[in-house]
């Protein structure tokens, strides 16, 4: 069924057992800025975008552009913040939307000192559940560089299935050809249309 995306009602937060998970907001800049100054050796081999450390101006740019593009339901972000203390731990979200077929994409990384406390699989939980529940999803993938063991981890964890590998699917940071790990949950396989 055709849909107008602009035209969804949707939360702009949600809650895991640890972590508030909430669409960019005005001034989150800072934080995020902050994040990637702590955690950027981890980042740089993964993500085209860490290559090198942004001014807290370019950071605060970028987030209101996520801010918009999640207005218009066009790319979804979300920043992953403890409950407990309030820190940004990293960031989510859900990207390369298809709402014809409602297909999403989880992609995610986590500021260095937050590694290996089992938020990043937490909070990809909860935005699959997010995209079930609130999106109607009928497909969730996680695609990651097949080097990317952490990343491939996350999705194994949460029950995802590996599709397949798409060889010399993409350029990597390093200007190498890489392979692109592709994992899936859908509908009527690894959820219910309920979202149970």
């Known amino acids: 069924m055709a849909v107008n995306p ?3 009602d949707l939360p702009e937060s949600f809650e895991s057992r640890r972590l508030l998970i909430r669409a960019p907001l005005w001034g989150d800049g800072v934080k995020v800025n902050e994040a990637v100054a702590e955690s950027i050796d ?4 993964w993500m085209p975008w860490a290559q ?3 001014a807290v101006e370019e950071s605060e740019a970028d987030i209101r552009r996520a801010r918009i593009q999640f207005l218009e339901r066009k790319d979804m972000r979300f920043q992953l913040l ?3 203390t309030g820190m940004l731990v990293g960031c989510s979200g859900l990207h390369r939307i298809d709402w014809d077929s409602r297909k999403f994409e989880i992609g995610y990384w986590v500021r260095t000192s937050c590694e290996g406390q089992g938020f990043i699989t937490e ?4 935005i699959t559940n997010f995209a079930v529940r609130e ?3 009928s497909r969730v993938e996680i695609r990651c560089d097949s080097r990317n063991t952490r990343s491939a981890r996350v999705a194994e964890r949460l029950g995802f299935t590996l599709e397949g590998i798409l060889r010399n699917d993409a350029r990597a940071v390093d200007g190498s050809l890489r392979d692109t790990m ?3 949950k859908v509908r009527g396989v690894e959820f219910s ?3 149970d």
């Open 42 to 45: 981890r980042l740089q081999p």
């Open 193 to 195: 249309p309920e979202g």
């Open 82 to 84: 403890s409950k407990e």
């Open 6 to 8: 602009l035209m969804l």
């Open 135 to 137: 999106l109607q999803a």
């Open 182 to 184: 592709v994992f899936a």
């Open 123 to 126: 909070a990809a939980e909860a």
């Open 52 to 54: 090198a450390l942004p």
